[in-house]
């Protein structure tokens, strides 16, 4: 199975290796799949595959694991935790291997505000946590997961803590690096300018405020948007490999993989930027025009959300319901509020992030391997790279054509026809229902509307004195 799904995604849809397929049509014969599970003992490899691995292998990268952040602790552990410990195993058997690279998170030590390129100690000790949780019901392992992750986010930066330790343990014997990426996103340079194919981290975020759905989150507009693009991720990789094969540091070497410490881009300025991008290209058939907003205060937030979320979704399945189709915009904003909630934690608050280890390998690189590899953010443009990830969601992740812009303007354009009609009918009930009716309200009125025409003639006249 994994063989085939291999061989569709290589040679498929995917724009991704269109550049290798033109430099090298057979490259597919180097690429050898293996088929694994990591949840099965030995992580199901057949004894075929391993004598394969470990007679030729060089070089592993460990990228597999689970992301969510709301993965039940079990799964978690058995996903990011037991399975490294067993491709460690395995590794050990390689006859060649030169260097294992593991990649983490850079908020896996988040209870820390300054986080140095170290392994730090782990909140527990692994194997005795696995052993615990071994014979408990699932129901209990959840009851007492708050407990146990303490004031870490939730289980997906916990149990990457706990891999690194795993991974730590077995430097003595392997020349071991770490990678720790903070918030990976579309492609910067490789294959080419805004590559994305998921709706991971901020790319749902863009595209459900893109679509206008999202018109309100909470986050802090002055904290840091630790985005990396994942070219970057991947040439600090392959480079952090080589460095490791040849030079064989005799600890684990950490990379803090990010870019608040040496190229900072705000949560404000990415609202501003990619409102703005997606005015200019927006996506087809929009629920509302674009415009979110982000505010640190609770408050203010729950009431933005009730009202720009919550009751055009009731008005709006209403319409479904008596046009005899299934409602599901409270759905939707139901599981876009979970998305949102599970990302409020890195959205409002910053990290300080040491890179010397990254600079210091940028270093040892030639200037032809600095070019080709290159993981420097401090050349990256913000405006430029999210106007490219905003186009990258349209056209790889929703499949959109750009030729179809015209249209998804025209589109626009009609929603905020239909807003203005809605808000003048508003209006118009109001004054029939409270401001007509009462005499105190109508002198209110006009008097509000006899001092607005004032100034204006005021406004006037001193430009036509200026003048």
């Avoid at 033109?22 to 597919?28: G, L, M, Q, S």
């Avoid at 540091?249 to 930027?273: D, M, Q, S």
């Avoid at 299934?326 to 909630?341: E, Y």
């Avoid at 280890?357 to 600095?370: A, G, I």
Wanted: with cysteine; charged share 20%.
């Amino acid at each position: 199975m994994g063989r085939l799904v291999w061989t569709k995604y290589l040679w498929g849809t995917s724009r991704l290796f269109d550049r290798v397929r033109e430099d090298n049509p057979d490259f597919h014969q180097k690429i050898v799949p293996i088929s694994s599970e990591l949840t099965q003992p030995a992580l199901a490899i057949s004894p075929e595959d391993v004598e394969r691995l470990t007679s030729c292998v060089n070089i592993i990268f460990h990228c597999a694991a689970t992301i969510r952040f709301d993965e039940p602790l079990k799964h978690a552990l058995q996903l990011n935790v037991m399975a490294t410990q067993q491709l460690l195993n395995l590794a050990q058997q390689m006859h060649h291997l030169q260097a294992f690279i593991h990649i983490s998170t850079a908020y896996a030590n988040c209870n820390r505000r300054h986080i140095d390129e170290i392994i730090y100690p782990p909140p527990v000790e692994p194997k005795k946590l696995i052993d615990s949780l071994e014979w408990m019901e699932d129901s209990i392992v959840c009851d007492i997961t708050p407990r146990l992750i303490g004031d870490r986010p939730n289980t997906y930066t916990y149990t990457k803590a706990l891999a690194e330790c795993v991974v730590q343990k077995e430097s003595s014997k392997l020349s071991i690096g770490i990678i720790r990426p903070s918030i990976v996103g579309a492609s910067w340079q490789e294959p080419f300018p805004g590559w994305i194919d998921n709706f991971n981290g901020p790319s749902g975020v863009f595209i459900a405020a893109g679509k206008g759905i999202l018109r309100t989150m909470r986050a802090n507009n002055d904290a840091v948007a630790d985005l990396i693009p994942v070219d970057v991720v991947i040439n600090l990789t392959l480079a952090a490999g080589w460095y490791t094969a040849v030079h064989r540091p005799k600890a684990a070497l950490v990379y803090n993989c990010t870019t608040g410490g040496i190229n900072p881009f705000h949560w404000g300025e990415i609202e501003h930027h990619v409102m703005s991008s997606f005015k200019r290209n927006p996506l087809e058939q929009a629920f509302r025009r674009p415009n979110a907003n982000i505010t640190s205060n609770y408050l203010m937030n729950q009431y933005w959300i009730l009202v720009s979320h919550k009751f055009p979704a009731l008005i709006y399945d209403l319409y479904l319901r008596l046009s005899g189709q299934k409602p599901q915009m409270m759905r939707i904003f139901n599981r876009l509020h979970k998305a949102i909630g599970l990302l409020e934690y890195f959205s409002s608050q910053d990290w300080e992030w040491n890179s010397e280890n990254m600079n210091m390998l940028m270093s040892h690189l030639s200037p032809e391997d600095r070019k080709t590899f290159n993981f420097d953010v401090r050349q990256l443009n913000w405006p430029e790279y999210i106007e490219n990830y905003c186009i990258g969601t349209k056209k790889y992740v929703l499949n959109e054509d750009m030729s179809d812009i015209p249209a998804a303007r025209q589109h626009l354009r009609k929603l905020r026809n239909i807003r203005y009609t809605f808000n003048t009918l508003l209006l118009v009930f109001i004054w029939r229902v409270f401001i007509a009716r009462s005499q105190m309200a109508r002198n209110i009125w006009y008097f509000v509307v006899s001092l607005c025409f004032k100034f204006l003639s005021y406004f006037r006249a001193s430009s036509t004195l200026t003048n």
